[in-house]
């Protein structure tokens, strides 16, 4: 929404400063208006003048050509002109009146237990980034005793890591949930180390740090969980962060923070 009121605000001094140009250009244009008449498949351009209530056609040959123009062009800033002050009246409306906030204070106006209970539709986007935080999820409930590792939002996760990670997108005030769960499409439940959610578009993003990879089996229990994650619509490219760290390939933070503002226009 806010980008939305941007744009109306954009196109507001646009008019505005186009409404000048015009009252300034019909200031140096002649009086009257121009008619045009196809006759014998040719245009003859004739201006009006009234007289005493009475209206008049004379004929401008090809001497008045500049006339022709001139009046032609009047026309054309006059209706400009009229369609430049409708429109802006329009903005002006939406923008003093609050119009555009209407339909999402509907959800604000909720109380807080039926917030909790509802999925806001038109919202706007910290509004949505909220409520989508507060809902309730189980997370892994394996290895509890990994859990040391605290993150700036006071949770504990499994490795220095995802800590930095955590804290890089507190940071940055993009929504996370740590150790989510997701359901595939044959039905399992795997656990993901964040899902995050994109506040404008509305998309949730995954993103798995893998940090063992020196171990055989880590990774290719990793390998088969990503096969698993495309089958279900969850890949690179598409809505999946994929990091490591590794003895030799440390955890490069200032690319991930770079990517990341990138990706999520923070």
Request: proline share 3%; glycine share 4%.
């Amino acid at each position: 929404m806010e980008e939305l009121i941007q744009q109306l605000m954009r196109r507001e001094r646009a008019l505005q400063k186009a409404i000048q140009r015009i009252e300034k250009d019909l200031a140096d244009l002649p009086e009257g208006r121009l008619w045009v008449s196809n006759s014998r498949k040719t245009a003859r351009f004739y201006k009006i003048i009234e007289d005493d209530a009475a209206l008049k056609r004379v004929y401008l040959n090809s001497s008045a050509k500049a006339l022709a123009q001139d009046l032609s062009q009047r026309g054309y800033l006059e209706r400009l002109l009229k369609a430049s002050r409708r429109e802006l009246e329009a903005i002006h409306e939406l923008l003093e009146k609050d119009i555009l906030f209407s339909s999402e204070k509907v959800y604000a106006n909720l109380h807080d237990a039926r917030k909790r209970l509802v999925r806001p539709l038109l919202a706007d986007d910290e509004t949505y980034a909220t409520w989508w935080q507060q809902q309730p999820y189980v997370p892994n409930p394996g290895f509890p005793e990994d859990l040391v590792y605290s993150t700036k939002r006071g949770e504990k996760v499994r490795s220095k890591a995802e800590a930095m990670i955590a804290d890089m997108y507190f940071d940055m005030n993009i929504p996370y949930k740590y150790d989510y769960p997701v359901v595939l499409i044959d039905g399992q439940v795997k656990y993901v180390d964040f899902a995050l959610l994109h506040k404008t578009t509305r998309q949730v993003i995954y993103h798995e740090h893998f940090g063992k990879l020196d171990s055989s089996q880590y990774l290719l229990d990793n390998m088969v969980k990503l096969d698993q994650y495309r089958q279900s619509g969850i890949y690179v490219g598409k809505n999946l962060i994929l990091t490591h760290d590794i003895e030799g390939s440390p955890l490069n933070m200032d690319a991930i923070r770079k990517n990341t503002k990138e990706l999520f226009c923070c």
